[in-house]
């Protein structure tokens, strides 16, 4: 994330800090019903327990930055929590996130994203020039259409979990003078009315199981200002999720006894990478047990 640390009032999900991310050609067509073999599902234990559909940006992806593009080449380097849970549960994994996704290119892929389908001024991004844990229908699916697809066409999925919200944060912070002091409030509510929207249309494709929404961390907690802002992001998420059945795993609380620890810092603590905004494998961790308490 670009600029002072005051402004880690969106903290997590991905500011995508790389280079030549816009090129490249576009993901290899595929039926929502090969998901299930993908890098994600292979990563995941395999003991006929059900099906675990992530969905989300760059946390539960497990991205981080300042790789090599032959890193990101392979999705199976990366590791977030949904890969955790499924080991810890048992279940089979479809990782369906993508880095830089927002509230609103996560149902339509000509909305703005932060890095997903396309970057402020460029065509493509992310899912344009890097494999993702699966492959979509096509390049212009959207992850909604995908998640809905996958609900249709997988019988045994008991649990879905959602993490969206920040990018439309850090999308708002680059394109106003302010860096979206004063937009903060409409932000929030935005991605509470779009996740209500994405939370609705899961639930009227007839699924009726177990969905988790993970909250977002503080960079630092002992930050007034970005805690604050934090947390009324937070609030909006947990709006949407209790207003749709789904239960809410707070990212927030997850990291915040750890960090108090270290003065309020969470790369200080060990869980947030250092000149990034993503976690390190221990708070990828924290993020898990927090999914799996929610989930139980």
């Not at 300042?66 to 999705?75: A, C, H, L």
Request: hydrophobic fraction near 40%; charge should be negative; charged fraction near 10%.
């Amino acid at each position: 994330m670009r600029g002072p640390r005051r402004l880690g009032v969106w903290l997590a999900a991905g500011a995508l800090a790389l280079a030549g991310c816009s090129g490249g050609g576009g993901t290899a067509a595929s039926s929502s019903s090969t998901a299930a073999s993908s890098s994600s599902a292979a990563a995941s234990s395999s003991a006929g327990r059900g099906t675990y559909l992530a969905l989300g940006d760059s946390v539960p992806f497990g991205f981080r930055g300042g790789e090599t593009p032959e890193v990101y080449g392979n999705p199976a380097n990366f590791v977030g929590y949904p890969q955790l849970v499924a080991q810890k549960l048992g279940l089979d994994l479809v990782n369906a996130s993508c880095p830089g996704e927002t509230t609103e290119s996560f149902s339509d892929t000509a909305a703005q994203s932060n890095g997903c389908e396309n970057r402020a001024g460029v065509a493509g991004g992310y899912r344009t020039t890097f494999p993702l844990h699966v492959t979509y229908d096509a390049p212009d699916q959207a992850q909604l259409d995908f998640a809905v697809r996958a609900v249709k066409n997988t019988d045994d999925i008991s649990l879905i979990t959602v993490q969206l919200g920040a990018n439309d944060g850090f999308l708002c912070q680059a394109s106003t003078p302010d860096h979206c002091a004063t937009e903060v409030v409409t932000v929030a509510q935005t991605v509470q009315q779009n996740l209500t929207a994405i939370l609705a249309t899961l639930r009227d494709q007839g699924y009726d199981g177990k969905i988790v929404v993970v909250t977002y961390y503080a960079l630092n907690y002992a930050d007034p200002t970005g805690a604050a802002g934090t947390q009324l992001l937070n609030a909006g998420i947990t709006s949407a999720a209790t207003a749709r059945g789904a239960t809410v795993a707070s990212g927030f609380d997850a990291f915040q006894p750890l960090a108090q620890q270290a003065g309020g810092d969470s790369i200080a603590a060990g869980l947030v990478l250092p000149n990034d905004v993503h976690p390190t494998a221990q708070g990828q961790q924290l993020l898990a047990d927090a999914v799996v308490t929610a989930a139980g």
